[in-house]
């Protein structure tokens, strides 16, 4: 079965660079998520898209931004990197619709490993 | 901000023997609850899953229990497995669906 496709799925960068994480969700899935997961933490969520539009914001940093695309894919902007966003980066993704009374199960890609030197 | 936290950071059982992770939550409005495995190197992989109006689910080989008196979870595997090695975390459904995780328990089979 298909599943949520990230890439890159490691990337090294330096301080001060940007980056751009991609996040290919389940066919008909039309949510994602986005969460980072510090070494030896629990993932946080970063923020989640419906239909192309910001369904929840968490703690994501102002360096960062997102978005969902018409083909429901989505992008992870990093810009002004620290040493702190070293960190593992899931995306997840539901659907099809928004969640209402019953919950959409959130299905995880592989992550993609950030370092930052 | 409201959290959900685990106990213990490590758990360490004998192959075939029964685990219990637990996992304890500070938000009393919290009405749905999930067990998540993450092997190394991937990502959170959904196990079992329990309403605030149940107090226990069973699945295969795994059980959660829910005490909202103490808002207190569990999660029990039966004859633990060395395949089961991994990260347990419970999370909690907020908001437009996103998910609040506690603090991951490593389980280690011990052969």
């Known amino acids: 079965a298909a599943g949520v496709i990230q890439s890159p799925r490691h990337l090294i960068k330096e301080k001060r660079e940007t980056a751009t994480l991609k996040c290919y969700p389940i066919?008909?899935?039309?949510?994602v998520y986005w969460y980072q997961q510090g070494p030896g933490q629990d993932p946080q969520f970063l923020i989640s898209?419906?239909?192309?539009?910001?369904?929840d914001k968490g703690s994501i940093p102002d360096r960062f931004s997102a978005q969902q695309f018409s083909d429901y894919h989505s992008e992870l902007n990093m810009s002004s990197l620290e040493l702190g966003d070293s960190a593992l980066y899931f995306c997840?993704?539901?659907?099809?619709?928004?969640?209402?009374?019953?919950?959409?199960?959130?299905?995880f890609g592989p992550g993609t490993r950030l370092t930052v030197l | 901000g409201e959290s959900v936290g685990l106990h213990l950071p490590t758990l360490s059982v004998q192959e075939g023997d029964n685990s219990i992770i637990n996992c304890a939550y500070s938000?009393?409005?919290?009405?749905?609850f999930i067990w998540y495995k993450q092997e190394s190197g991937k990502g959170p992989q959904f196990i079992i899953d329990?309403?605030?109006?149940?107090d226990k689910r069973q699945g295969q080989r795994v059980t959660v229990l829910l005490n909202k008196t103490v808002k207190h979870l569990s999660l029990q595997i039966a004859a633990t497995q060395p395949g089961d090695s991994a990260v347990y975390f419970c999370?909690?459904?907020?908001?437009?669906?996103?998910?609040?995780f506690g603090q991951g328990t490593r389980l280690t089979i011990n052969p």
């Open positions: 066919p008909r899935h039309d949510t």
């Open positions: 997840a993704s539901s659907g099809p619709g928004l969640a209402g009374v019953s919950y959409n199960e959130q299905f």
């Open positions: 999370a909690e459904v907020q908001g437009a669906q996103k998910l609040v």
């Open positions: 329990i309403r605030s109006n149940m």
């Open positions: 898209f419906y239909e192309k539009m910001q369904s």
């Open positions: 938000n009393s409005a919290s009405d749905y």
